[in-house]
């Protein structure tokens, strides 16, 4: 595979568009009543039609076996070697909501939740508490005085928030404290490596006093931290592949990545068809537009075949609109595959589907998981998405003479 | 993929013989008008019974969505990464015409041009002036002084020529001349890093003094500069894989290539029949044959799809000849695809078949696209072909106990 620098000495400016639809989490496991996965149980012309006259196959985001978080599938796709580029979960989390992190600045997915007189956890969610009430409890954690921290909390939505701190020498090398599961209590703060102790012990002191000043406000009587990280130095999308690149996106976590890679961030909305509006608006100034659906991953980590099912078929509906934008390019994927029977990420490979004047007909009926292993693309390293896209629109030149 | 260093250890000397038949750009696309690729279209009678008893699929030959020059194409035919290795057209061109360059020489590919009045590339290649003129203009331009340099200029065919440049600390790297395009002028001689400004300077004047030479000889009243290189260091073919290799090969850049990684170049006919000859008279001479035809290529740059597949018929019969040499490893692919539709190189993937009598069949009863990706080698990096070789010629020892 070609590093970075390599694709982007054969990348060249072009006016043809790519489009890139990823249905978080779209693959998926056979239901077992029927023997048959979402994607095969879903009626979906609009896919079947562009994967019989485009070319199929299946990537796998990260590698054989290896279950991706959204992150790593989602660098996967933008060409990025998700084993070497890892941005951590509370980066994404901070640029999602657009705070203004510093290099320095470590942050942490935050969550309220529920635990019982004896400390233990009872629910990780604090029952999905409304965003405003969250809002309030930020604020009084912001008001904390930790010697040698400054202490920032952001809400999020519902129970989740941002926390943010800012100091000399502070090292994200620090494990999670949600143990993931209710009965036990959270986790103590614990370094990954020697140079993080000092950050550990203060970090320490900051969830001890979370504790004391939320004491009193169950459900939402402690937190939980999860994916210390500090802003990555990665190579900006627009500059490797030279196009202008926009993402339409709902969820905040896509739109902290979208931005880290210096992609434009449009606001999509849930519902997938005023998402192809966005992507109408903003279509005349971009080359590439990553468009994302939530919802395929949402039911699919819910357990809920049936929804999981519906909610393909409106993506179907969606491509139709976005076809009527006559992108040169036009892909289908995934960021990794969720089957509803697992309730989970999961490492299974991601049917795939790419559509422009250049394509090999597999003769492939059906954008599904059974008919996609037979399309020509085989299965491929997700990485290999990129380059593919950039190769269909034209956009890379011949390596060497 | 293993080093060349593990694949030597691994390589045996034995008595079997292996063919590569490359036939240049052989991978298409469909005719929009019939959906057949040139493969799918021609009719291979031969070439079908090989893969029907072999083992078919696909090869990648740099990496998915990547399109190769001939060169990396064919470098990883004969398991040399086309990402370590690059070797410049310069070089390529200079042992195609059996100069011999010297390890501190640099090469480059030049054409003949033409330009108007104000300086403007109107073509080219000079309307293809024929090969004798060129040695002429030739001639001209070896007799220019330029301080510090020793200039060679040699005919290769019709407008194309080798610049080979002797001096000391002459570096290669070196942009190109050539805009390819036409309307614009000759790029001015760029360095492509620091250490080379020197050389730019010096390759500059010759070429202001060669257009001022070649002022009055309009077609060819300018030139243009391509693929400045030195000689690489590159390990020998015969020492890696123990195997006495024959190459037979009409164009001069495959010369070249063969040439450098140390095999025998013996000089094949454009009619595919002469070719067979050759091999025949070498036959007993070497253990391995590369047997290169170019007209698939350059059918599919012109973008003549029903003579891109006359040439594959031609190659068809060739194939009778070649099997009647009894090699016990015979194999057919192509370094790259061409589609006559997209008039150049492209990244997909190539048909491949191998034929011993170590092959699990197929079932595969055409040799083309659509057929072999149905095959039992599926899709694979071009790098695998030279172990699959060694493998069916019962050349590699067990790798471990």
Same mark, same amino acid.
């Given at each position: 595979?070609?590093?970075?620098?390599?694709?982007?000495?054969?990348?060249?400016?072009?006016?043809?568009?790519?489009?890139?639809?990823?249905?978080?989490?779209?693959?998926?496991?056979?239901?077992?009543?029927?023997?048959?996965?979402?994607?095969?149980?879903?009626?979906?012309?609009?896919?079947?039609?562009?994967?019989?006259?485009?070319?199929?196959?299946?990537?796998?985001?990260?590698?054989?076996?290896?279950?991706?978080?959204?992150?790593?599938?989602?660098?996967?796709?933008?060409?990025?070697?998700?084993?070497?580029?890892?941005?951590?979960?509370?980066?994404?989390?901070?640029?999602?909501?657009?705070?203004?992190?510093?290099?320095?600045?470590?942050?942490?997915?935050?969550?309220?939740?529920?635990?019982?007189?004896?400390?233990?956890?009872?629910?990780?969610?604090?029952?999905?508490?409304?965003?405003?009430?969250?809002?309030?409890?930020?604020?009084?954690?912001?008001?904390?005085?930790?010697?040698?921290?400054?202490?920032?909390?952001?809400?999020?939505?519902?129970?989740?928030?941002?926390?943010?701190?800012?100091?000399? *020498? #502070?090292?994200?090398? /620090?494990?999670?404290?949600?143990? $993931?599961? @209710?009965?036990?209590?959270?986790?103590? =703060? +614990?370094?990954?490596?020697?140079?993080?102790?000092?950050?550990?012990?203060?970090?320490?002191?900051?969830?001890?006093?979370?504790?004391?000043?939320?004491?009193?406000?169950?459900?939402?009587?402690?937190?939980?931290?999860?994916?210390?990280?500090?802003?990555?130095?990665?190579?900006?999308?627009?500059?490797?592949?030279?196009?202008?690149?926009?993402?339409?996106?709902?969820?905040?976590?896509?739109? *902290? #990545?979208?931005?880290? /890679?210096?992609?434009?961030?449009? $606001?999509? @909305?849930?519902?997938?068809?005023?998402? =192809? +509006?966005?992507?109408?608006?903003?279509?005349?100034?971009?080359?590439?537009?990553?468009?994302?659906?939530?919802?395929?991953?949402?039911?699919?980590?819910?357990?809920?075949?049936?929804?999981?099912?519906?909610?393909?078929?409106?993506?179907?509906?969606?491509?139709?609109?976005?076809?009527?934008?006559?992108?040169?390019?036009?892909?289908?994927?995934?960021?990794?595959?969720?089957?509803?029977?697992?309730?989970?990420?999961?490492?299974?490979?991601?049917?795939?589907?790419?559509?422009?004047?250049?394509?090999?007909?597999?003769?492939?009926?059906?954008?599904?998981?059974?008919?996609?292993?037979?399309?020509?693309?085989?299965?491929?390293?997700?990485?290999?998405?990129?380059?593919?896209?950039?190769?269909?629109?034209?956009?890379?030149?011949?390596?060497?003479?």
């Amino acid at each position: 595979m070609l590093s970075f620098e390599q694709v982007s000495e054969l990348a060249v400016e072009s006016a043809t568009k790519v489009v890139l639809i990823v249905a978080d989490g779209i693959g998926g496991l056979p239901n077992l009543s029927t023997g048959k996965t979402e994607l095969e149980t879903a009626s979906t012309p609009n896919l079947d039609r562009l994967a019989l006259t485009g070319m199929c196959g299946l990537h796998e985001p990260v590698s054989a076996g290896i279950t991706p978080g959204s992150g790593p599938g989602h660098l996967a796709l933008f060409g990025y070697d998700p084993l070497k580029h890892l941005i951590g979960r509370g980066v994404l989390e901070g640029l999602g909501i657009d705070f203004p992190l510093q290099p320095d600045d470590i942050a942490a997915r935050g969550n309220f939740c529920t635990v019982d007189d004896s400390g233990f956890i009872v629910d990780r969610r604090a029952g999905r508490i409304a965003t405003e009430k969250a809002a309030n409890l930020c604020r009084l954690l912001s008001d904390l005085k930790i010697p040698g921290l400054e202490v920032i909390v952001r809400p999020v939505r519902e129970h989740r928030f941002l926390l943010v701190l800012r100091g000399n *020498g #502070l090292s994200p090398k /620090l494990e999670d404290t949600d143990p $993931e599961r @209710t009965g036990v209590a959270p986790l103590a =703060v +614990k370094a990954t490596s020697l140079d993080a102790n000092t950050t550990a012990r203060r970090v320490q002191v900051f969830v001890d006093e979370a504790r004391r000043i939320l004491r009193d406000q169950r459900p939402a009587n402690m937190i939980l931290l999860r994916g210390f990280a500090k802003l990555p130095n990665i190579p900006k999308f627009p500059a490797v592949y030279k196009m202008r690149a926009a993402a339409v996106v709902t969820y905040p976590m896509y739109k *902290g #990545l979208a931005r880290v /890679l210096g992609m434009n961030v449009y $606001e999509g @909305t849930s519902d997938s068809s005023g998402s =192809v +509006k966005v992507l109408a608006d903003v279509w005349d100034d971009h080359d590439y537009f990553f468009v994302h659906f939530k919802k395929t991953d949402a039911y699919g980590e819910d357990g809920d075949f049936s929804r999981k099912v519906a909610a393909i078929e409106e993506l179907d509906g969606a491509v139709a609109g976005i076809e009527a934008l006559k992108p040169d390019v036009l892909a289908v994927t995934g960021d990794h595959s969720t089957p509803a029977v697992l309730k989970g990420h999961s490492w299974h490979s991601v049917p795939f589907l790419i559509h422009s004047k250049w394509c090999r007909p597999s003769g492939v009926e059906h954008f599904n998981e059974s008919a996609c292993v037979r399309g020509n693309l085989g299965i491929f390293p997700g990485l290999a998405v990129m380059p593919l896209l950039m190769a269909h629109a034209l956009k890379l030149t011949k390596y060497g003479a």
